[in-house]
């Protein structure tokens, strides 16, 4: 597993180099642009090609719980850390960011390379179900709340607006006609299952790539106050909805992948709500990076704790 961290590591440090070359576009800008693709073209023809393929059961109902149960737990503990624990040494912007930080993880971005090559291909459906049932229409309507409550954008929202904006996904819209496709048993024609296998291969480099652009160094004063969010996320939590997984999904290998989802770093999409709500982006920025530093360590024991 140490070889698999390795490989995605040197993509991620490619973005994080790309940063020092002189003349380079702005890293804010390509991640953007990449970030746009990766969402509205490439994991749309990915998640057709996986889901109206895969075997589907119990998956569909057992990933989303966990995903839902991770991120509820997360809250809650984020909630009690910093805005009742340490609420006097920090702004309200960065009370709403370190929630954020500590509540949704990177499903994706990071979940869907990292589970793959531990696992294998067959289990590239959960990582799609567990951010896109899951994790991404929570960001869009709790995690709007979160930084209309403590930002300084003056931005507001409801539940009804967050749900309006996650139907209107590419990736939303493909899940549903993928599972229709799957239900009723259409036959998926070989050059739209080979152009979904093609957009898997080139997601996974793209989004690594595009969190190295985008890596802050913590600086020494603000670790004492970004390190609760950081364990809370990538080893408390999953710890927390174990009991819950092995309860729920009994396949090995899907609960290993479900599980290696509830332990990634935090979500890079929660920048993009940070941005939006006027939260300390600097401080998100940090505590996604001591996060992704500290799940090198924490991931590669989640299948001891599986199997």
Known sequence: MSSVFLQLAIIILAGVLY?????????QEIRRVISSIVLNVFIPFLTFGVISTAPLGTDLFTVPIVSISTALIGLALGWLVYARLLRKYLSE????????????????????????????????RVPILYDYLGMTPLLFTIGALVGTRYGTGGERTSIVRGLADVARMPPTIT???????NAMSVPVPEWLATAGTSA?????????????????????????????????????????????????????????????????????LTMVFAERYGLDESMLAQAILLSTLLSAITLPQVPLFIR
């Open 93 to 124: 912007p960065a009370i709403g960011s370190l929630i954020l930080a500590t509540t949704w993880c990177n499903a994706m971005y990071m979940g869907l390379p990292i589970t793959t090559s531990v696992v294998g291909e067959h289990v590239g």
């Open 175 to 181: 899940i549903a006609l993928a599972l229709v496709v």
């Open 19 to 27: 940063r020092r070359i002189p003349g380079a576009l702005p890293p």
């Open 200 to 268: 898997g291969k080139v997601v996974a480099p793209l989004m690594l790539f595009s969190i190295g652009l985008a890596l802050r160094l913590p600086s020494w004063r603000s670790i004492p106050l970004l390190a609760p969010a950081a364990i809370l996320r990538v080893a408390v939590v999953p710890m927390l909805v174990l009991p819950l997984a092995g309860m729920l999904i009994l396949d090995p290998d899907v609960r290993l992948a479900t599980m290696l989802e509830s332990a990634m770093p935090t979500m890079m």
